[in-house]
């Protein structure tokens, strides 16, 4: 069990922080018993643990008792460990060199920012950041766009497990993987402009003839695009007026080639509720190309095949982030429409801040999926795990991965398939590294001309099945999470060359069970007090609504 010590103020997050890392632990009780003691408290407190990780960027009062080293303060670094990259948004301190300890550096002076002693039978390791500021500012700020490829908040996890496994402590988590798969993937859709038809002498239309008769060509010439792409988007422009004669289909109408395309995974698509209307800042009216041209009313007979296939039609919000009592009436406009409840919202144009989770649960969504990048693709919440965001009660957040317009807009990363494809297959490794969910954005008429992601989507798709992802609805994943939050371990301690294991979880039927991945310590090597460069071994025991068994420590597979 870990007991952790920490400042009043802190506890929120050191919460939701444990339902990231989902192994057992409580606030330190003076009663407790416990084998791993987290201090982040600054204070003179108890100690008396097996293994005491301290943490701070500023002296401690263990560091006056310890005599410890304390270098530099620095601000906004970036650490070393392992080969990985851990960015620091707070302040950290420099410690004293030690061989004993890991590789925990800061980057660019190779200097460490992990220490350890020992003392009366006990291991300490000091560690020099704030571990919940650093939390805190993932799930509420998030990380700026230059760091949006690492999994920080993950990289904050697999430090600690590594520190209190390499010390000889068995530890029993559940991770975010659900049974029999890799890891999840959202595919879900931004629905802004589901009909050219809509857009007759707008700045919409003539954006699209500009760019699919000028802009194609430049993109040829400069080798970006294959010439087909050219021929197809010239002829859709001459195909433009026939269309809004009717004497010819509406090519942004795309909803059942994207239903083709997820045969058989859950699909997730976005809506607006009320045409024309801009919505607002927090400044004021928000600018009018912001409004759509469509509201879901309008679009009623097009949402049907999309849910007799499974899948799902959610809020693409104006104001509800703003404003709860706004965001309960564009939740209802959408369910008038669709017959259903509507349990999700995505603001348009990522429109957001630190409330607005707090007012899109009181009005009554269950979860989020708005907190990513415009300009980028990756985790800005530093974790592909859905999390509850600090202001809410129970909504929660599924942080946006990646968007096509983030990665193609000219303005934003402006890639070719080809780096594109690079980059998303970096993200799906870190999915495949720490498990989570990959949500993607795909926006409605990025199938069709002049955009014509059609081809880099399908291949997405096909990597996602390739690799082992669950593909299901936002609210199937939210359901998923909200499962492995009910989880409780009831025990999990030694009994001789074993570990018991007993915990429980709220069943949802119809979704992937749970795993509990026990960590075996590495077999003792002299008198060293952690051994940092073991090979990770572990197993791991799929169960649905309960488990309790014995696991050997001796006997576990290596991974
Ligand atoms: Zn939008």
Redesign the pocket.
Same mark, same amino acid.
């Given at each position: 069990m870990i007991g952790v010590v920490a400042r009043s103020e802190e506890h929120d997050v050191v919460r939701e922080f444990f339902e990231l890392f989902k192994t057992p632990w409580e606030f330190y009780r003076d009663d407790g018993c416990y084998e791993v003691l987290i201090r982040a408290d600054d204070a003179v407190g108890p100690k008396s643990a097996n293994l005491v990780i301290v943490y701070g960027s500023q002296p401690t009062a263990f560091d006056q008792e310890t005599r410890s080293f304390l270098g530099r303060q620095r601000h906004d670094a970036t650490l070393s460990w392992n080969g990985d990259r851990i960015p620091v948004y707070g302040r950290c301190v420099t410690l004293a060199p030690d061989p004993e300890v890991p590789d925990l550096v800061l980057e660019d002076t190779r200097e460490p920012v992990v220490a350890m002693t020992r003392a009366n039978g006990s291991t300490f390791v000091r560690v020099g950041y704030d571990l919940f500021r650093e939390i805190r500012f993932l799930l509420t700020t998030g990380q700026p766009s230059v760091h949006a490829g690492i999994p920080t908040l993950e990289r904050h996890i697999a430090f600690l497990r590594d520190v209190i496994v390499s010390a000889g402590v068995p530890l029993a988590e559940i991770p975010p993987i659900p049974e029999g798969y890799r890891f999840m993937a959202c595919l879900t859709h %931004?629905v %802004?402009h589901p009909s050219i038809r809509l857009h007759r002498f707008d700045h919409t239309m003539f954006g699209f003839l500009y760019r699919a008769v000028v802009g194609s060509l430049i993109n040829v010439c400069k080798g970006r695009t294959p010439l087909t792409t050219l021929w197809r988007n010239w002829a859709a422009a001459i195909r433009l007026p026939f269309v809004h004669l009717g004497l010819a289909r509406d090519f942004w109408s795309q909803f059942s080639r994207y239903l083709e395309i997820e045969k058989g995974l859950g699909s997730t698509f976005f809506v607006i509720p009320v045409m024309h209307d801009p919505g607002r800042t927090v400044d004021g009216p928000a600018p009018m190309m912001r409004a759509s041209s469509y509201g879901v009313s309008d679009i009623a007979d097009r949402l049907r095949p999309i849910r007799a296939a499974g899948g799902e039609v959610a809020l $693409?919000g104006i104001d509800a982030w703003l404003d709860s009592s706004k965001g309960v009436e564009e939740r209802e406009r959408v369910s008038r429409v669709t017959g259903a409840c509507t349990a999700g919202v995505r603001m $348009?144009?990522l429109f957001f801040d630190e409330r607005a989770p707090e007012r899109l649960d009181e009005a009554g969504f269950t979860y989020d999926s708005t907190y990513g990048y415009n300009e980028t693709v990756g985790f800005r919440a530093g974790t592909m795990q859905a999390f509850k965001p600090i202001s809410a009660r129970r909504l929660l957040e599924l942080p946006l991965t990646i968007m096509d317009t983030a990665l193609f807009y000219p303005s934003h990363r402006n890639l070719t398939p080809k780096a594109a494809r690079q980059t998303v297959g970096q993200l799906m490794d870190e999915a495949e590294r720490y498990g989570g969910a990959l949500i993607i954005n795909w926006h409605d008429r990025s199938l069709a001309p002049e955009r014509l992601w059609g081809d880099f989507y399908v291949q997405l798709v096909d990597e996602l099945k390739g690799r082992g992802a669950w593909c299901p609805t936002a609210t199937q994943a939210a359901s998923w999470f909200q499962q492995r939050r009910s989880a409780v371990f009831d025990s999990v301690h030694r009994e001789g060359d074993s570990v018991r294991v007993k915990v429980s979880a709220g069943r949802h039927l119809g979704l992937p069970g749970l795993t509990v991945r026990v960590h075996t310590p590495p077999p003792p090597d002299g008198d060293r007090a952690i051994q940092w460069q073991q090979p990770r071994r572990f197993t791991d025991l799929a169960f649905r609504s309960a488990l309790d068994t014995h696991v050997p420590l001796g006997t576990l597979g290596a991974s």
């Amino acid at each position: 069990m870990i007991g952790v010590v920490a400042r009043s103020e802190e506890h929120d997050v050191v919460r939701e922080f444990f339902e990231l890392f989902k192994t057992p632990w409580e606030f330190y009780r003076d009663d407790g018993c416990y084998e791993v003691l987290i201090r982040a408290d600054d204070a003179v407190g108890p100690k008396s643990a097996n293994l005491v990780i301290v943490y701070g960027s500023q002296p401690t009062a263990f560091d006056q008792e310890t005599r410890s080293f304390l270098g530099r303060q620095r601000h906004d670094a970036t650490l070393s460990w392992n080969g990985d990259r851990i960015p620091v948004y707070g302040r950290c301190v420099t410690l004293a060199p030690d061989p004993e300890v890991p590789d925990l550096v800061l980057e660019d002076t190779r200097e460490p920012v992990v220490a350890m002693t020992r003392a009366n039978g006990s291991t300490f390791v000091r560690v020099g950041y704030d571990l919940f500021r650093e939390i805190r500012f993932l799930l509420t700020t998030g990380q700026p766009s230059v760091h949006a490829g690492i999994p920080t908040l993950e990289r904050h996890i697999a430090f600690l497990r590594d520190v209190i496994v390499s010390a000889g402590v068995p530890l029993a988590e559940i991770p975010p993987i659900p049974e029999g798969y890799r890891f999840m993937a959202c595919l879900t859709h %931004d629905v %802004d402009h589901p009909s050219i038809r809509l857009h007759r002498f707008d700045h919409t239309m003539f954006g699209f003839l500009y760019r699919a008769v000028v802009g194609s060509l430049i993109n040829v010439c400069k080798g970006r695009t294959p010439l087909t792409t050219l021929w197809r988007n010239w002829a859709a422009a001459i195909r433009l007026p026939f269309v809004h004669l009717g004497l010819a289909r509406d090519f942004w109408s795309q909803f059942s080639r994207y239903l083709e395309i997820e045969k058989g995974l859950g699909s997730t698509f976005f809506v607006i509720p009320v045409m024309h209307d801009p919505g607002r800042t927090v400044d004021g009216p928000a600018p009018m190309m912001r409004a759509s041209s469509y509201g879901v009313s309008d679009i009623a007979d097009r949402l049907r095949p999309i849910r007799a296939a499974g899948g799902e039609v959610a809020l $693409h919000g104006i104001d509800a982030w703003l404003d709860s009592s706004k965001g309960v009436e564009e939740r209802e406009r959408v369910s008038r429409v669709t017959g259903a409840c509507t349990a999700g919202v995505r603001m $348009h144009w990522l429109f957001f801040d630190e409330r607005a989770p707090e007012r899109l649960d009181e009005a009554g969504f269950t979860y989020d999926s708005t907190y990513g990048y415009n300009e980028t693709v990756g985790f800005r919440a530093g974790t592909m795990q859905a999390f509850k965001p600090i202001s809410a009660r129970r909504l929660l957040e599924l942080p946006l991965t990646i968007m096509d317009t983030a990665l193609f807009y000219p303005s934003h990363r402006n890639l070719t398939p080809k780096a594109a494809r690079q980059t998303v297959g970096q993200l799906m490794d870190e999915a495949e590294r720490y498990g989570g969910a990959l949500i993607i954005n795909w926006h409605d008429r990025s199938l069709a001309p002049e955009r014509l992601w059609g081809d880099f989507y399908v291949q997405l798709v096909d990597e996602l099945k390739g690799r082992g992802a669950w593909c299901p609805t936002a609210t199937q994943a939210a359901s998923w999470f909200q499962q492995r939050r009910s989880a409780v371990f009831d025990s999990v301690h030694r009994e001789g060359d074993s570990v018991r294991v007993k915990v429980s979880a709220g069943r949802h039927l119809g979704l992937p069970g749970l795993t509990v991945r026990v960590h075996t310590p590495p077999p003792p090597d002299g008198d060293r007090a952690i051994q940092w460069q073991q090979p990770r071994r572990f197993t791991d025991l799929a169960f649905r609504s309960a488990l309790d068994t014995h696991v050997p420590l001796g006997t576990l597979g290596a991974s």
